[in-house]
């Protein structure tokens, strides 16, 4: 009967019974967790079955309500009454006195209605019907004394059709305190802890949640909170302190790099750590795959991540670059601008290939850094070989056959001639005396007569040039010449 609520316990309760047979009972159920006690109502009939179960008369407000008297009149209508405290046992209590009227099936007709003016210590009403319906209450109260002693005895008539205290509005119309004027349902919600308006609801919409701020920052904790119609001291409307016992950690405060979420936005050290990189080598370059946040650089890290191998301290963006294979300052080539190109020597005469080469710190084994020869299967063709006149073949590398100028037949054009050895060792076709280097040589005394005499400069040039036995000027052919006149 009382709804079935492991909750609540019941610590008081009356009974009344109509005409019909039928049981109205109230009972006072109290929070087990807390002291906050309200008045339900249960109607059983007559045969036993429950026709109302579990209605609350009483608006809980965090206050205790005792004393539920119930009393039914003619009409079969119930009267209840009872009284409303705000702390269980407290000797300062504020008490006051209740009255609803329901009919016979637990339809409320008077709801919750506030008898007494002033707030005073006092007992459970007691609860009196007369022959017109009109319910009688009387109970005691310290209101002119100290609490508990001494006490008087007040009494009113419940009178639901007259406005006794002449705000247009009676207890049957809906006014909830027909003794005070400035309670009715026409009246304006205040914050002062009564049902001003009449509506079941006390301080409604006036009241807010206030956060203790006990550090003083203007941060309330969330854990912490307090309803009232003002800012209690030690309280804000803020409720965003994610400690409130330092000042120093809010909302409104800079993040710092500490290992503390200073802002209370949920993250640590957000945007103030920096990522660095492990440097195993020692060599002031981090290994990018190995990293760790923190505020400052960690003993064996680096704040940069661009080495690429971190085992050896030779190997980094700050090493140079050395022909060895590896990429030692880590810009992702190898050997670069420390290498050379060299040209296949197959001929071994010193003049490489152009179109076979090989790109390496040092000229391997067959290989030049020349790379202009013709013929790399001949090694009398090459850019220092004399071009023999017209056989078709470019032996100096020059790009044409010579067909004009002396020929190279039988020596090259780099020896000189030997006068008295039958060959023409400087290439140019003539051989020994016969060989215009040879014409003052010794061995060429008397000259050839091939050559003449009296021409050019052969008349001052000391030479027989026409091997007659006349030198120069004593040479009747050089009469005419002009070194001789």
């Known amino acids: 009967m009382s709804g079935n609520d492991p909750n609540k316990m019941v610590v008081r309760s009356e009974i009344a019974v109509d005409s019909l ?67 269980y046992d407290d000797p300062e209590n504020k008490y006051h006195v209740y009255y609803t009227k329901l009919d016979n099936n637990g339809g409320v007709l008077i709801p919750y209605s506030q008898l007494t003016v002033q707030d005073a210590p006092m007992g459970g009403p007691g609860l009196g019907l007369d022959q017109n319906g009109d319910a009688h209450m009387i109970w005691a109260d310290g209101r002119e004394s100290v609490p508990f002693s001494p006490w008087k005895a007040y009494y009113i008539k419940v009178c639901p059709d007259t406005d006794e205290d002449g705000d247009g509005w009676t207890i049957s119309e809906g006014d909830c305190n027909d003794s005070d004027p400035n309670i009715n349902p026409d009246a304006t919600e205040v914050c002062d802890g009564v049902d001003n308006n009449c509506d079941g609801n006390v301080d409604e919409g006036l009241i807010n949640a206030y956060y203790n701020d006990n550090d003083g920052d203007g941060y309330g904790n969330p854990d912490v909170t ?85 085992t050896d301290t030779s190997i980094n963006p700050g090493a140079t670059e050395v022909c060895d294979g590896v990429d030692n300052s880590c810009d992702g080539n190898v050997d670069e601008s420390v290498t050379n190109t060299y040209y296949r020597d197959a001929d071994g005469d010193g003049y490489g290939d152009p179109n076979n080469t090989v790109v390496d710190c040092s000229a391997p084994s067959g290989y030049v850094t020349d790379d202009t020869d013709c013929d790399d299967a001949d090694p009398g ?81 000391g030479v027989d040039n026409d091997g007659d036995g ?16």
């Open 381 to 461: 063709i090459n850019p220092a070989a004399c071009d023999i006149k017209s056989n078709g073949t470019d032996e100096d590398c020059d790009g044409s056959d010579r067909t004009k100028g002396k020929a190279c037949e039988g020596g090259s054009s780099g020896d000189p001639e030997i006068c008295d050895d039958g060959l023409d060792n400087d290439g140019d076709g003539d051989t020994d005396c016969d060989d215009r280097d040879c014409r003052k040589d010794s061995a060429c005394d008397g000259g050839s007569t091939d050559e003449t005499e009296g021409k050019g400069q052969t008349c001052s040039d």
């Open 470 to 485: 006349q030198v120069d000027c004593a040479d009747s052919d050089c009469s005419r010449n002009r070194a001789c006149r």
């Open 226 to 310: 307090l309803e009232d119609c003002t800012v209690p001291s030690y309280y804000v409307t803020d409720n965003t302190d994610c400690n409130d016992y330092n000042a120093g950690i809010n909302p409104g405060t800079t993040e710092v790099c500490d290992g503390v979420d200073n802002n209370c936005d949920g993250n640590v050290d957000e945007s103030v750590t920096n990522t660095y990189y492990l440097d195993a080598d020692g060599d002031g370059y981090g290994d990018l795959n190995i990293t760790l946040e923190d505020c400052s650089v960690p003993s064996g890290y680096a704040a940069n991540s661009t080495d690429c191998d971190d």
């Open 21 to 87: 047979g039928n049981a109205h009972i109230t009972w006072t159920a109290q929070e087990i967790s807390t002291t906050i006690r309200d008045i339900y109502y249960s109607k059983i009939t007559s045969s036993g079955s429950i026709a109302v179960d579990y209605l609350k008369l009483s608006n809980s407000n965090g206050s205790v309500h005792w004393g539920a008297g119930i009393e039914v009149d003619a009409n079969e209508d119930v009267h209840v009454a009872y009284a409303q405290f705000t702390v």
